[in-house]
């Protein structure tokens, strides 16, 4: 997920993020990309998770966990290299709560996380979770019958070492 982020192209994430999650994130990238930024992070680890809980709601699943997490985290100049914000070298320790959703009844097997399923506008077999773009015609395709996939992200804490 760090090195597409990276790379401002989240494309291949889609099939694991909600609708609503992965247009806040494109947003972002489209940000740095006017910018003439990139969001650079080394050496990221989860130091610990605890699942806060579950519920259904309208249909969905939802968990919700807590990950502790550290890493090396700035932004850069695309052009000169300068550092903009952030440091190479100081670790960061943040505390992230998860928010991920699924078709309420769905059963979670042992696979990637995505179906196949054939585009409804040329054909094309497109890997698909919630939602995907077709590699050949560019067309959004949806899905109610989805399994588990990120519904947002939230900063709860940090501190710098």
């Known amino acids: 997920m760090q090195e597409d982020w990276q790379s401002k192209d989240i494309s291949e994430l889609r099939p694991y993020m909600t609708d609503a999650f992965y247009a806040q994130m494109k947003r972002q990238l489209d940000q740095l990309r006017k910018d003439g930024q990139t969001n650079i992070v080394r050496r990221p680890a989860v130091l610990g998770t ?4 579950w519920r259904q709601d309208g249909g969905k699943d939802i968990i919700i966990a807590q990950l502790k997490t550290r890493f090396v985290n ?5 052009v000169t290299g300068a550092i903009v914000s ?14 991920l959703t699924r ?3 769905v059963k979670t097997k042992t696979s990637t996380g995505v179906t196949t399923q054939p585009c409804p506008h040329c054909g ?11 590699p050949y015609c560019g067309s959004i395709m949806t899905t109610d019958t989805f399994d ?11 501190k710098t070492k």
């Open 50 to 53: 605890t699942l806060l809980g």
């Open 103 to 105: 078709t309420t009844g």
């Open 148 to 158: 588990w996939a990120i519904d947002n992200i939230t900063a709860l804490s940090q």
């Open 74 to 78: 700035y932004i850069k100049d695309d």
């Open 86 to 99: 952030g440091s190479e070298v100081s670790e960061k320790f943040l505390t992230y709560e998860w928010t």
């Open 124 to 134: 094309a077999q497109v890997n698909i979770n919630q939602t995907a773009e077709c």
